[in-house]
């Protein structure tokens, strides 16, 4: 079974720096898109970040600059290299993979076909 498994999440201080990783099982997914979300307290899944075929890569507008996607072994492992925490990106973050591959880059949720459990990120002020 295909399975997805983040890791690398914490406790980090605003300003500071985290690698969350995904281990992607079960299948080689070079041709499938691999995203990253988001869910705060109180508020609904967002898009964080992707990257795509080609190895296009694209980012939400609060993230732009400070993280950056990355992968391992053709997808196989997805990292998100976060800098420059800030408290409000606070959140359960899970990986997402989904079978629509192109070089556009997809937002919603409902595009991706696989998820992981999610690993907390908890930034301090």
């Known amino acids: 079974q295909v399975k997805l498994v983040e890791s690398g999440g914490g406790l980090v201080q605003a300003g500071g720096s985290l690698r969350l990783s995904c281990a992607a099982s079960?299948?080689?997914?070079?041709?499938?898109?691999m995203g990253w979300f988001r869910q705060a307290p109180g508020k609904e899944r967002d898009f964080v970040a992707a990257i795509a075929k080609n190895d296009n890569t694209g980012y939400a507008d609060s993230v732009k600059g400070r993280f950056t996607i990355s992968t391992y072994n053709t997808k196989n492992t997805v990292f998100p290299q976060m800098n420059c925490l800030k408290t409000e990106d606070t959140a359960v973050y899970h990986c997402a993979a989904g079978r629509r591959f192109t070089t556009e880059i997809l937002t919603n949720t409902f595009a991706y076909d696989y998820w992981g459990q999610g690993t907390q990120v908890t930034v301090s002020s």
């Open positions: 079960g299948r080689t997914f070079s041709n499938y898109v």
